[in-house]
């Protein structure tokens, strides 16, 4: 998990290093919850506490980036 999560933090800072946008629009944003919460690796019961149980990422963080990526590839 912290590998995971410390190379979204570095792609990211490349990312806004070289001015490109690090956050997803609101509508992708909308889009990775929607597959989030259709598949059967979630877990929690709100969107504070969802988290996917392949990457143990909380998901409501995981959605808002650029870098982030689903373990599954459904987005």
Not at 16 to 21: C, D, I, K, R, S
Not at 28 to 51: A, D, F, H
């Amino acid at each position: 998990q912290i590998k995971d999560v410390l190379n979204t933090f570095w792609i990211s800072c490349k990312q806004f290093l070289a001015g490109n946008e690090i956050l997803v629009s609101p509508e992708i944003e909308n889009t990775r919850i929607n597959e989030c919460l259709n598949c059967v690796y979630i877990t929690g019961n709100s969107q504070k506490t969802y988290r996917c149980k392949l990457c143990k990422c909380f998901i409501q963080l995981k959605i808002k980036t650029v870098a982030s990526k689903c373990p599954i590839n459904k987005w």
